[in-house]
């Protein structure tokens, strides 16, 4: 993997090959890395920050976000708070875990409901149609 100070022209400019995936490291913040991913098939290609630490003994990577969220500056300081807590000791992906909302379950009614809010409601579906559906699924398929 190649080592790079990074600077804000070089993130912006950056491209890869179509499928390729190249991790850059800086060395300004040790474990910072800038995945920069070629397009492949009709998706265009993505850069992401990531950071690289050691948390009980096990190499750990843990994504920062994309590039459109987080410029150079906020990631060296994201990377480093990250390090940090992992040399305390501490698991930065539970931290992250414990601010992350909590989705329901994935019981059958809650797919139901999920699949009739994105589906039928949200696609303008007739009323009468969104009917005929919740009582298909309804009848055979949530009373088991």
């Known amino acids: 993997m190649p080592r790079k100070k990074l600077t804000a022209v070089f993130v912006e400019k950056r491209q890869e090959p179509a499928g390729?995936?190249?991790?850059?490291?800086?060395?300004?913040?040790?474990?910072?890395?800038?995945?920069?991913?070629?397009?492949?098939?009709?998706?265009a290609g993505s850069?992401?920050?990531?950071?690289?630490?050691r948390h009980r003994g096990k190499l750990v990577r843990d994504t920062i976000g994309s590039v459109e969220k987080f410029d150079l500056a906020?990631?060296?300081?994201?990377?480093?708070?990250?390090?940090?807590?992992?040399?305390?000791?501490?698991?930065?992906?539970?931290r992250?875990?414990?601010?992350a909302p909590e989705r329901p379950a994935?019981?059958?009614?809650?797919?139901?409901?999920?699949?009739?809010?994105?589906?039928?409601?949200?696609?303008?579906?007739?009323?009468?149609?969104?009917?005929?559906t919740r009582r298909n699924f309804a009848n055979p398929v949530l009373p088991r």
Request: proline share 5%; charged share 30%; glycine share 8%.
């Open 20 to 43: 390729a995936r190249v991790d850059y490291f800086d060395t300004i913040v040790p474990g910072l890395a800038l995945r920069v991913s070629g397009p492949a098939g009709s998706s």
């Open 47 to 53: 850069k992401s920050w990531a950071v690289f630490y």
């Open 96 to 99: 992250k875990k414990a601010g």
């Open 106 to 132: 994935d019981t059958i009614e809650n797919v139901v409901d999920l699949f009739m809010d994105r589906y039928m409601k949200a696609k303008g579906r007739s009323p009468r149609y969104i009917v005929e």
């Open 74 to 94: 906020q990631a060296r300081d994201q990377a480093r708070a990250l390090q940090q807590l992992a040399a305390k000791g501490e698991d930065p992906r539970e």
